[in-house]
């Protein structure tokens, strides 16, 4: 069944699906524009995103606007969401049943949004999204088309603050990205 912007947020306020309601500030939703060809998703609000109530604010996300601007766009041109929509304590990876019980608003969010291109930022990510079985670093930079929506996993930029040494790799997906984009 399809909801309504109006449905979803009003859903995600009120969620007491799993434990994380107990330790959020804000409910994340995502921010951006609601008709992108291009929607990120990354793993979960940090502290940052947990406190303003909107996803990448932080500099994960300082850096993922700069990754954006790099390929020619600006963050208003894209949708981004996360895979679980309450900040786990102490940024902790989600749990599976956080993260399942979260996904149905994602997937309510990529239906409403409807983009071309889905841009899973890390591993979580593409564990919910490309395919549960990924390994980020084998399978990063790798398209898989499904129902008419094209996925690439990349890095999530916060591992590229750990680790600069993965940032060629990073931008080899955007450059990919953009082609992808130009090409559909």
């Known amino acids: 069944m399809r909801v309504s912007w109006k ?8 969620c007491q699906d799993c434990q994380l309601c107990k ?5 994340v939703v995502g921010s951006g524009n609601m008709n992108a060809d291009i929607m990120f998703v990354g ?7 947990d406190i303003q109530g909107l996803p990448f604010v932080g500099p994960a996300g300082q850096l993922l606007t700069k990754m954006i601007n790099a ?30 019980a979260c996904i149905p608003k994602l997937r ?18 593409a564990k919910y999204v490309y395919d549960k079985d990924v390994r980020i670093t084998k399978d990063r ?4 088309n499904k129902k008419g929506v094209w996925i690439i996993p990349t890095y999530h930029p916060s ?12 931008w080899e997906d955007f450059k990919s990205i953009k082609a992808k984009l130009n090409e559909i």
Not at 43 to 49: I, S
Not at 159 to 170: H, I, M, T
Request: include cysteine; hydrophobic fraction near 35%; aromatic fraction near 6%.
């Open 7 to 14: 449905e979803l947020y009003e859903s995600s306020m009120n």
């Open 23 to 27: 330790f959020r500030n804000n409910v």
């Open 43 to 49: 793993e979960g609000p940090g502290h940052d995103e």
């Open 71 to 100: 390929i020619e766009l600006d963050r208003k041109d894209v949708y981004i969401a996360n895979i679980v929509k309450c900040r786990p304590p102490q940024n902790r990876v989600p749990l599976e049943e956080e993260a399942l």
């Open 108 to 125: 309510a969010q990529v239906a409403l949004v409807s983009p071309k291109i889905i841009v899973c930022l890390g591993a979580t990510a």
């Open 141 to 144: 930079g790798n398209w898989k």
């Open 159 to 170: 591992a590229l603050l750990r680790d600069p040494s993965k940032k060629y790799d990073a």
